[in-house]
């Protein structure tokens, strides 16, 4: 096989790729066996294995179209932006992420580190596991890759040139209709809504109007702030964890955007792990979710402020008073987009398993709950200055619906 034109590849075919073109990764007498163990909405994922020496590498390719639905018709460039980012986030974040090998143009796939001595974080914490070093690193990895490529830091048209190098239109647009549109507006899209509480989600989500005004304000935010080059799509299932290690992969989505939304996203991720674990009533993994979630909320502000006062020498952003308007600002759209997040996944057409996986009544408390305190996340996003604000947020929500009358 020649890989000089591309097609989409079945395990024997990545098997063979891999032996013709990245033998250099492998032990002279290699013998390959392949498995595809991708579970995401969009691409492939291959785990090529040297039965001889067992070492093993991932083959992230992208289809035409996502693994979801058909519906979604996608450029396979995607995989470059993947490939050139993880390489500035090691720049940014050494340790953060996983090593990158190779990037095929034409087969758009790139080569990476296997990554099986980590599990998804997702999965882990619906295992009630918990991991001390999270709040720490997803703090260092956010403050990074944020702040250090945002025009505070970057000169002015070295940050340009990042951002046409990286925009991301078809990406964007799935962010800006499944999580900005679609969520808060009940025709013409493809949401998919607890039977249990359908009548809810009208009466509480879909019939505010103040809510369907907060967050189409929050959308331009999302496509018209350029602030800093994002993960954008940063929840527990783009989170590769061991208990002395964190991994962030799967940064296709990928642009200049609010620095918020990253923060967000792994706020309310956190939050569906509460969620998950109260269902369960795990109170010990419950207050180490709450714990994490305040700590990595404060370790960002802290961190923020003084890589903020180490790197920033442009002149405007050094006037008095700038960095903590800055600051307030990020604070205040990763609330925003901590609700959002919460809606979009129980409501949207993308859900998260810490939720699908409950039945019944327990489901339908777990889905209020998100979905209460996410509303006073959006309509009263200026509020949110440290962890125990977002804390207090879910922990009234949870007061509201109290358990007896749901189970
Ligand atoms: C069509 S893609 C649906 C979702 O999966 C990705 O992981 C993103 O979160 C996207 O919104
Ligand atoms: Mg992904």
């Not at 099986?116 to 599990?119: A, W």
């Not at 799967?250 to 620095?259: M, R, V």
């Given at each position: 096989m020649k890989f000089d034109t591309y097609f989409t590849m079945n395990e024997s075919e990545a098997a063979t790729y891999a032996s013709e073109k990245l033998a250099y990764l492998f032990a002279d007498d290699f013998s390959l066996s392949c498995k595809e163990i991708g579970d995401g909405n969009l691409n492939y994922i291959f785990k090529v294995t040297d039965k001889r020496s067992n070492h093993s590498i991932i083959i992230k390719q992208s289809g035409p179209v996502a693994r979801i639905s058909d519906e979604f018709k996608l450029s396979p460039d995607r995989n470059r932006i993947e490939y050139e980012i993880l390489k500035l986030q090691q720049q940014f974040a050494p340790g953060l992420v996983p090593k990158v090998y190779a990037y095929d143009p034409i087969m758009h796939c790139t080569v990476m580190d296997d990554l099986?001595?980590?599990?998804i974080m997702r999965r882990a914490l619906m295992e009630f596991q918990t991991f001390p070093k999270f709040a720490q690193d997803i703090s260092d990895f956010m403050v990074n890759t944020l702040l250090l490529t945002s025009d505070v830091v970057l000169e002015h048209k070295q940050k340009k040139d990042l951002v046409r190098n990286f925009i991301n239109p078809q990406l964007c647009e799935i962010t800006e209709d499944l999580v900005y549109t679609e969520p808060f507006n009940d025709n013409k899209n493809r949401n998919d809504v607890f039977e249990l509480n359908r009548s809810w989600v009208s009466e509480h989500i879909y019939d505010s109007l103040p809510l369907r005004l907060e967050t189409a304000k929050l959308k331009f935010e999302f496509m018209n702030h350029a602030q800093s080059l994002i993960h954008g799509d940063l929840h527990t299932g783009s989170i590769f964890v061991r208990q002395d290690s964190t991994k962030v992969i799967?940064?296709?989505?990928?642009?200049?955007?609010?620095?918020g939304y990253d923060v967000g996203n792994v706020i309310a991720n956190l939050i569906f792990s509460w969620a998950h674990s109260d269902a369960h009533q795990q109170s010990d993994h419950k207050r180490w979710v709450e714990e994490t979630l305040v700590a990595t909320v404060d370790l960002f502000i802290t961190k923020f402020s003084s890589v903020w006062d180490q790197k920033v020498t442009e002149v405007s952003a050094l006037t008095p008073g700038f960095k903590e308007y800055y600051l307030s600002q990020v604070m205040s759209d990763s609330a925003g987009v901590t609700g959002l997040e919460l809606c979009r996944r129980i409501i949207g057409l993308a859900h998260v398993k810490d939720i699908t996986s409950l039945t019944g009544n327990i489901r339908l408390r777990a889905e209020r709950i998100c979905l209460t305190a996410a509303k006073e996340f959006i309509l009263e996003r200026g509020k949110y200055c440290c962890g125990l604000d977002f804390l207090q947020t879910f922990k009234k929500a949870e007061a509201a619906f109290a358990r007896e009358d749901y189970v």
């Open positions: 099986s001595d980590h599990q799967d940064p296709e989505f990928a642009f200049f955007g609010p620095i």
